[in-house]
């Protein structure tokens, strides 16, 4: 697998007026061809941002992105201009939005929606591009597409709008899907769908995909790696393998014991994480999950555990202590 | 669709009537006794007859019980209000007191004077407003937001009487640039068609009669202008944040559009629907502030009419003139409404 | 864009900070707002010179008058000849500065007196019309509203016979509507014919100890409101009523309105107040109608009726300091806009009688000798005018910013 997009030490925050906001605090990773990437994270803890990033969506000012580099094609995303950073939304990565109630302009039909898309990166002429709109809303499982095409969105449901924008997302066959929480405002039948659906497309397509959510079930079947994010850092990073059955971090840990488990019994009490994420305008100088983490030290509260390998090269985690808790020395 | 438009069109005569109630209910204000107060204390016996036959202030305001009690079910319905409605529905707005002309004589004579003067405010402010509104949204905190919002804000606290009477003082008294007041200087001649003079000079090619036309509107135009100007900044300005603030501009930017094309294909047709509401209130308050502009302009418009019969305690004419201005309004606004079911597709499958 | 707001927004739920009140907050923010604080700085300005002015700084404007000293320009420094005249005098030789200062208290006493007036009326209706389209009425609120309802209705034929009995009849009936609504609700049927009949019985039969036509139209008004009264109405119909009045005011552009009310009423301060506050009811009904209907359909309002708390404690504890917020600043434009009106309106000569000193009415007075280049008769009195109203629109426009942390980027 080649390269795909990489990411040094991206930092972005927002100037707010209740101070700097530190929403992502250097991020980097790589994305191979083809590869599923699962982004997971509680509210707030920069996974979002880090993708809008990528795409340069962060409205400046108040958002600034101040720090890092992301590499894809050979070029650094993030000293394009303003005409060549277009040329790459929308047809080199596209985005799926969390709420398709709102993400389609009510003002228009769906089908122009998508032949604006596909007439800004293809030669194709209006009437083509027709065509192959109606061919994409099949593609993601609508049924009468050419009588679709010309529905305005209100007249959709919200999985249908949801296909709807897969189906835009997917109109210039992009190298990198990032879907950012596609199927958290949907009903979870149609979330399934949703989930099955990107699998299927992009087996067909043979894109990246980068899948965020909160909802660690979904990208335990479909990613190939998975980051975990927390207050705007990764903290640690692997298979789905090594997040789920060779969990490292006391996080991870907590969000895993969080998920019901079926072979529980009935009425034992769902673990939670005690405590808040910390507030991203006064980060903690050391680890940022220190305050709620039952395995602290001395050391985890004035200093940042760097990311280091653990047992093998691509199961990585920041934590000072990940040893000893994998040793059983501490409870 | 055709079934919203038919509702809407149905709806509005409940408020009408309830519109020529309110102006028949204007008189019952009048301290006093009404004839009396119209002619003065002077008046002869026979005008104030004149006065209460046309009021029919011999009769009750709505209805007669005691000519019901005598049995006498026409007599009944016979009253101030229903002879007045009775009167609207033939058109007719009865008569001046003072120089006995009809009402509607002089205001299809003076009207197209303040339509021509609100219809150039109206072009005025549009064509401030709205570029202004999208240019301070899209630059949203940078110096030229800044200015524009503070001058919409002293736009839309400028007493425009004062700015009128300034206008004056600058461009006639001090520069005599322009002249102070009228519509036309004398002697010259334009050809009526249409009865707007900007446009009938044009129409019959008189180059020197559409300049003349033009100086004389141009410093009430500006008056009346600079609050609809404002307002519709400010509302163009808060509504593009709105939207630019939605998924849907987000998902449009993610696309590769360009920033041009996001603010004026899917921004501008958004945001645009609740500016148009507001452009349908600013017509209203154009006419009103017709009443202001006209009599500091000496424009003979039905604004200066206005507020000469209130001087002369002229009633019917106030009632006629507020009646016509009220029907526009509702007018207006209908069109709204109606151009809300065009614009957004949401509403034309209700 | 959305997305990096919801972040920040989603965070604060979190995020371990201080707690705040929301009216500490927002005074917070209003300090920080530099134009907003231009605003209170010109409208503490205009408060205190108009109050000291009226308490603390005799004015007699019927005999002031100072022929020798007419149409002076702004006099700065004291001569033999003249005194000090800030802002020059006018025709008949008045200090335009005293009169400016003291005209304050007029537009002041306008401005509040109006707002007063719309607030009240127009606050009030909006509330309960809001309130009672969105939750139901219980038993005793639709008791009270059936009863007043058919005591209204009532009196249309009371008045025509004479006899002031049937509209207490009608309030009985009205009120018998909703017992028979909630003891009788099994013959839902026969509502229809027996409210009518009664409704006509109770009309027509006094009507005849006046003659036959009374009892016969007497008898139809009474079949009329019987139908009307036979089905309890919900608040749905009241908030239509009230909102409907609205709309006819509406209709008219609200200062011509309040025009052609003082042409007919006459001139003075007082009744241009009214005029004002009048016109301005709709503003504050619909506003506080539609915060009310956006208020009861949260979830602590939900919350609170489903555990069962009285309609009067909800208005009170949940729905009443939820909609302050955009009710505070309105009013605080209202006073803007009163105060141009009557500015208007004395300019008109509908508003304060000469010689008391009005803004509206002394650019009346001076913008007839124009010709004569006294600008400083025109600029000073518009220029006070210009600045309370924008003083007061700063303020607003800062609380609004300030008040709805919807906009907090």
């Not at chain 3, 300005?45 to 004015?59: E, G, I, K, V």
């Not at chain 3, 702004?74 to 005098?89: C, N, R, S, Y």
Request: aromatic content about 8%; overall charge neutral.
């Amino acid at each position: 697998m080649d390269g795909l997009i990489k990411l040094e030490n991206l930092r972005t925050r927002f100037h707010t007026e209740d101070g700097v906001v530190n929403a992502v605090n250097g991020v980097s990773y790589e994305m191979a061809q083809g590869e599923v990437l699962g982004v997971v994270g509680e509210s707030g803890c920069g996974k979002s941002v880090h993708a809008l990033s990528i795409m340069r969506l962060i409205q400046i000012p108040p958002g600034e992105i101040y720090d890092g580099k992301i590499w894809f094609d050979g070029r650094d995303l993030l000293t394009l201009d303003e005409k060549e950073i277009r040329q790459v939304r929308g047809r080199d990565i596209a985005m799926v939005f969390q709420d398709p109630m709102s993400s389609l302009n009510p003002v228009y039909t769906v089908g122009f929606q998508i032949v604006e898309a596909l007439t800004l990166h293809t030669d194709l002429n209006r009437k083509a591009a027709k065509e192959k709109a109606a061919e994409l809303l099949s593609l993601v499982g609508i049924p009468e597409p050419k009588k679709r095409l010309d529905n305005y969105p209100h007249q959709f449901s919200g999985g249908m709008r949801q296909r709807a924008m897969i189906a835009m997302a997917l109109s210039c066959e992009p190298k990198l899907l990032i879907a950012d929480e596609p199927t958290t405002a949907l009903d979870v039948t149609i979330q399934a769908q949703i989930v099955d659906l990107v699998i299927r497309l992009k087996e067909e397509l043979g894109m990246a995909v980068m899948w965020i959510t909160h909802d660690l079930g979904i990208v335990a079947e479909m990613a190939h790696k998975i980051n975990v994010m927390y207050a705007g850092y990764i903290i640690e990073r692997g298979s789905a393998q090594d997040i789920f059955k060779r969990t490292k971090h006391p996080y991870t840990m907590g969000l895993l014991g969080s998920l019901p488990k079926i072979d529980e019994a009935p009425g034992t009490k769902l673990f939670s994480i005690p405590g808040l994420p910390p507030d991203l305008v006064r980060l903690p100088k050391g680890c940022p999950f220190f305050a709620r983490c039952a395995y602290r030290k001395e050391q985890c509260k004035t200093e940042m555990p760097p990311l280091e390998e653990a047992e093998h090269e691509s199961h990585i985690v920041a934590c000072w202590r990940w040893r000893e808790i994998q040793a059983g020395e501490i409870q | 669709m055709g079934r919203y438009i038919l509702r809407r069109l149905l709806s509005v005569i409940p408020t009408l009537i309830g519109v020529t109630l309110v102006i028949f209910l204007f008189q019952r204000l009048i301290p006093g006794d009404p004839a009396v107060a119209m002619l003065g204390e002077r008046a002869t016996e026979e005008n104030i007859a004149r006065i209460r036959e046309q009021f029919g202030l011999d009769r009750p305001s709505f209805l007669d019980r005691d000519a019901l009690a005598e049995g006498d079910l026409a007599g009944f319905f016979d009253s101030q209000y229903s002879r007045y409605f009775g009167r609207l529905m033939r058109f007719d707005l009865g008569e001046s007191i003072h120089r006995r002309i009809p009402v509607a004589e002089t205001l299809k004579e003076r009207f197209p004077a303040t339509l021509e003067l609100s219809l150039l405010s109206m072009s005025i402010a549009l064509l401030i407003g709205i570029p202004a509104g999208i240019a301070s949204a899209s630059k949203r905190n940078t110096a030229l937001d800044g200015v524009t919002m503070v001058g919409s804000l002293i736009g839309v606290s400028m007493p425009i009487f004062w700015l009128g009477i300034m206008e004056i003082m600058l461009f006639s008294v001090f520069l005599k640039w322009l002249p102070t007041g009228g519509r036309l200087p004398t002697g010259v001649e334009i050809q009526s068609i249409t009865n707007l003079l900007l446009l009938d000079s044009l129409l019959t090619g008189n180059f020197a009669g559409f300049v003349a036309a033009l100086k004389h509107i141009i410093l009430p135009a500006v008056a009346l202008a600079t609050i609809p100007a404002a307002i519709i900044t400010r509302m163009t300005r808060s509504s593009m944040l709105d939207v630019l603030q939605e998924d849907y501009i987000r998902t449009a930017t993610a696309k590769g559009l360009s920033l041009k094309v996001v603010l004026f294909r899917h921004a501008l047709k958004n945001a645009f629907l609740p500016v148009i509401t507001i452009i349908g209130l600013q017509a209203g308050s154009l006419l009103a502030g017709a009443v202001l502009t006209e009599t500091i302009f000496s424009w003979p418009g039905i604004g200066k009419w206005v507020y000469d019969s209130i001087l002369g305690r002229d009633y019917p004419i106030v009632q006629g003139v507020t009646l016509l201005i009220a029907i526009i309004f509702l007018f207006v606004n209908l069109v709204v409404d109606l151009s809300y079911a065009i614009l957004d597709p949401r509403i034309s499958l209700e | 864009m959305e997305e990096t707001k919801f972040e920040i927004n989603g965070l604060e739920d979190f995020a371990v900070r201080e707690h705040r009140s929301l009216w500490i907050d927002a005074w917070r923010r209003l300090v920080a707002n530099r134009t907003a604080m231009v605003g209170l700085i010109v409208v503490v300005l205009f408060l205190l010179s108009a109050t000291f002015a009226h308490f603390f700084w005799d004015y007699e404007p019927k005999i002031d008058l100072d022929y020798g000293a007419k149409l002076l320009p702004p006099q700065l420094i004291a001569t033999e000849e003249v005194d000090i005249h800030l802002f020059g005098t006018d025709k008949l030789g008045r200090d335009i500065f005293r009169r400016t200062i003291h005209g304050g208290w007029n537009s002041l006493r306008v401005g509040l007196v109006a707002v007063s007036i719309s607030l009240l009326v127009g606050g009030i209706l909006g509330l309960l019309a809001g309130f009672f389209e969105s939750i139901h009425m219980n038993f005793w609120e639709s008791f009270i509203l059936m009863t007043l309802l058919g005591f209204a209705l009532g009196m249309l034929p009371a008045w025509i016979a004479r006899q002031f009995f049937q509209a207490i009849l009608f309030a009985l009936l009205g009120a018998g509507s909703v017992v028979f609504d909630r003891y009788l609700n099994g013959k839902k049927k026969h509502r229809l014919y027996i409210f009518p009949a009664l409704g006509a019985m109770l009309a027509a039969l006094p009507g005849l100890m006046v003659g036959p036509m009374v009892a016969l139209v007497c008898g139809v008004v009474g079949l009329l409101i019987g139908l009307l009264l036979s089905k309890p109405v919900g608040g749905e119909l009241f908030s239509n009523i009230v909102m409907r009045i609205m709309d006819i005011i509406l209709s008219f552009p609200s200062y011509l309105l309040a025009i052609a009310i003082v042409a007919f009423l006459g001139p003075g301060l007082e009744k241009g107040m009214i005029a004002i506050g009048v016109v301005g009811i709709p503003v504050y009904a619909r506003l506080a109608r539609s915060a009310v209907m956006s208020v009861t359909q949260k979830e602590y309002v939900l919350a609170s009726h489903a555990v069962g708390e009285s309609h009067s404690r909800m208005l009170f504890r949940h729905v009443l300091p939820n909609i302050l917020s955009p009710i505070i600043v309105q009013a605080t434009m209202g006073l803007a806009n009163a105060i141009l009106s009557a500015a208007a309106l004395g300019f008109l000569g509908l508003g304060a009688i000469p010689p008391e000193p009005e803004w509206g009415a002394m650019l009346g007075d001076s913008y007839k000798y124009l010709s004569s280049g006294a600008w400083w008769a025109v600029l000073f009195p518009g220029l006070a005018i210009m600045l309370s109203v924008l003083g007061f629109n700063l303020l607003g426009d800062g609380l609004r910013d300030a008040l709805d942390p919807k906009i907090r980027l």
